[in-house]
């Protein structure tokens, strides 16, 4: 096994190692060759945990995307025609792209690009930054052979981001924006180079032309980060803030709020469920202090599309019903606070835990992350086999009740200090003897 593989398989979860699988199995029944490339390998490399899988296939895609849907249950959640790509979200949380290896060329500054297939060499060589421009061959043939055409490796092992092109941020000037995601969350350097590259651009005005579209991605992408508020006052201070809307720069900022709730991402678990839901409540939190008109001019400049706006719109509403119930007084064993939380969609807790003003409702929803959950992750594996096998309602009653006797089990009662008895020396008495 190559040590590039053993390296993946060692940052990759069960679920993403199940969804490399399937997506490897449906690509090797097409005889289509198949690479993971981009975030995913620069996210290895460099030592972090894998966010999103990253494919690439020298052929049809999208239609290796369809194929990979119908035989997993995953669902694909946008599709883009024009570079022949698709993002889809499997049943477990886990995300992906797969898209076609290609060429991209531009005739003008933040226009379509002129997409043409290509070998998976050439499209590492039209990337943006060489530490997004190494990729993995996950064929049998080759499995594991390191694609490294832009000596990306050695960028990331020094902590540099480096462009590409001379005429990238020209070309998609929405990498000016992700060059400062990328600083600030990686904690990289830019690259002398690169520095003045960004700052021709930024003197023909280069940011000018990103499409709504793309500043709308890109807004997504900031919300699911670990550390938005760093991401967004690094923005700011770049002059590139105000492209999402102008009110974000001002009186009506709020990354005090944003800053609030990056902490409440530490409380729910780190998986692709509790990712995926932070989207909701971090776009709300942001525009928390706009009007009405201010939110409706920024969903028209990023060109959001309705389920995104429906996350955020629609959560306030969808959140009471779960603050509600965590207020019943009916709730009185910790079991009952584990099933309603653990039945909530994420957005809906990340928002009770950010707005909620209710006691009753904070401290059941800590408890819940601080006690309730390690509780149930110290159950064994073998306790688990013991009920049975999963799936069948058998299972899911056994499991329920195994959960409600773990949580709502008494700590046996400590026993008593009892003091040892005193023990009373007995001075030993004289015998006079008679003469």
Not at 308 to 323: G, I
Request: glycine share 6%; hydrophobic share 40%.
């Amino acid at each position: 096994m190559s040590d590039y593989i053993y390296m993946l398989d060692s940052h990759l979860s069960p679920d993403q190692a199940q969804v490399v699988s399937d997506v490897q199995g449906v690509a090797a029944q097409t005889g289509l060759n198949l690479f993971l490339a981009g975030g995913a390998m620069r996210d290895m490399l460099a030592g972090f945990r894998i966010r999103d899988l990253d494919f690439v296939v020298e052929g049809p895609a999208l239609k290796v995307a369809k194929t990979v849907a119908e035989a997993t249950g995953a669902k694909i959640q946008s599709s883009d025609d024009i570079r022949k790509s698709a993002e889809l979200c499997f049943p477990s949380g886990v995300t992906a792209q797969i898209g076609m290896s290609r060429q991209e060329k531009y005739t003008r500054t933040g226009g379509k690009p002129q997409v043409s297939p290509a070998t998976i060499q050439e499209d590492l060589r039209c990337r943006d930054f060489t530490c997004n421009a190494v990729a993995l061959s996950l064929n049998k043939a080759s499995r594991g052979l390191l694609l490294d055409p832009m000596n990306g490796l050695a960028d990331i092992e020094r902590k540099e981001l480096r462009a590409i092109s001379g005429y990238g941020f020209y070309d998609d000037p929405s990498r000016l924006l992700r060059l400062v995601r990328f600083r600030v969350r990686l904690g990289f350097t830019v690259e002398e180079r690169t520095s003045m590259q960004v700052a021709n651009a930024r003197e023909a005005e280069a940011e000018k032309a990103i499409p709504g579209k793309a500043l709308g991605e890109e807004l997504k992408r900031i919300g699911l980060e670990d550390n938005p508020a760093e991401i967004l006052k690094a923005l700011e201070d770049e002059g590139l803030l105000a492209l999402f809307s102008p009110v974000l720069v001002g009186a009506k900022s709020n990354l005090l709020g944003i800053a609030k709730l990056e902490k409440l991402y530490r409380l729910l678990p780190e998986d692709a469920r509790s990712r995926l839901g932070r989207w909701g409540p971090f776009v709300w939190v942001l525009t928390e202090k706009f009007g009405a008109k201010e939110k409706q001019a920024l969903v028209k400049q990023c060109e959001l599309p309705k389920p995104d706006v429906d996350a955020w719109q629609k959560l306030e509403l969808r959140a009471r019903k779960l603050e509600t119930a965590l207020r019943s007084a009916r709730i009185r064993k910790p079991s009952h606070v584990y099933q309603i939380v653990n039945a909530a969609p994420a957005d809906e807790v990340l928002f009770a835990l950010y707005r909620s003003t209710l006691k009753p409702v904070q401290e059941r929803l800590r408890n819940h992350f601080q006690k309730y959950l390690p509780t149930v992750q110290e159950i064994t594996p073998e306790e688990w086999s013991s009920i049975g096998k999963p799936g069948s309602p058998k299972y899911n009653k056994l499991r329920d009740e195994l959960i409600a006797q773990r949580l709502d089990r008494r700590p046996p009662r400590p026993k008593p200090d009892v003091a040892p008895p005193v023990v009373v020396p007995v001075e030993p008495q004289v015998v006079r003897r008679g003469r």
